[in-house]
């Protein structure tokens, strides 16, 4: 059994999704940041970052294993069942590239933009229109992608398409959206469209009605 501590958020989406792709069994336990959850005594001993999602693998080889970070917590439950990332090559090397693609793109351009825009204390129109404008140009870039190819790193689905996925299923919170991105927008259709994503989507949105 995987324990996964989250919210309903754009990080935390990314690992009910993949489980559930990857038939894992797990328990998925809310961690409200609105109240400030992700600072209490008892997850901070889960991850001193206090955030969210984290996992607990009690069956993990050598003993449980507490693993923060979304894009870690995706290769260990792709490599732990050898599914949804390819095991060596350039396939696999594409799929990284995606990861870390998101993590020092997609992410941080969405989050800022979001951040500027909703919770800022006052508005900084230069940081909404720096953080928006590489929003939008790495969306293009994701298009033209997906003009070539079925999925972010080729063609079958891998653990960088549920990466992605996260943020661009919270694209309204950071002022984007996918009208002149038609490539991007058919492939997010046919992965919401998928049972595994609507599970976990359902159970992810479940967490902030709690």
Known sequence: MIDVYAFST????????ALEELDLPYAL????????EQKAPA?????????????VDSAAAGGPLTLTESAAILVYLAEKTGKLLPASGAARARVIEQLFFHASGLGPAFGNAGYFTKFAPEPVPFAIERFQSE????????????????????DALTIADIAHFGWLWRRAFAGFDFDATPNLARWYEQLEARPAFQR???KTNALAQA
């Open 43 to 55: 997850f901070l001993a889960l991850n001193a970052n206090a955030k969210v999602p984290v996992i």
């Open 29 to 36: 336990h809310g961690v409200n940041i609105r109240q400030g």
């Open 200 to 202: 976990a989507i359902a």
């Open 135 to 154: 929003g939008r140009r790495i969306l293009g870039l994701l298009d033209q992608t997906l003009a070539r190819q079925a999925f972010v790193a080729g």
């Open 10 to 17: 754009p990080n935390s989406v990314k690992i009910p999704i």
